[in-house]
């Protein structure tokens, strides 16, 4: 049974970084492609970030040249390195497996001027 646990969210101020990590288990993670996902309030649930597994990468506009997703094979974990922090970005923030059909219970991130 896959779980997926997300932390590192917080409140922080315009311009401030944070760094998510998001611990995987019950599935082979290194042969999962591995996505960050948004969800502004009041609105849908999309993908920002995904790191496949040969290590490559690609971003949704809104993030790219601020954010970076990372992945530690060895530990199971995910990451995502949020710099330069703009209100837009808050909101909840999920990591999901490409191909699996399970959310967590995400982190809150909190942008204020």
């Known amino acids: 049974q896959v779980q997926l646990v997300e932390s590192g969210g917080g409140s922080v101020q315009a311009g401030g970084s944070l760094r998510l990590s998001c611990q995987v288990s019950?599935?082979?993670?290194?042969?999962?492609?591995m996505g960050w996902f948004h969800q502004a309030p009041g609105k849908e649930r999309e993908e920002i970030a995904v790191?496949?597994?040969?290590?490559?990468?690609q971003y949704a506009e809104s993030v790219k040249g601020r954010f970076t997703i990372s992945r530690d094979n060895a530990k199971n974990t995910l990451f995502l390195e949020m710099n330069n922090l703009q209100l837009p970005d808050t909101g909840m923030y999920y990591c999901?497996?490409?191909?699996?059909?399970?959310w967590g219970q995400g982190t809150q991130v909190t942008v204020y001027s």
């Open positions: 790191v496949y597994t040969d290590g490559g990468t």
């Open positions: 999901r497996p490409w191909g699996v059909n399970y």
């Open positions: 019950g599935i082979t993670f290194r042969e999962y492609a």
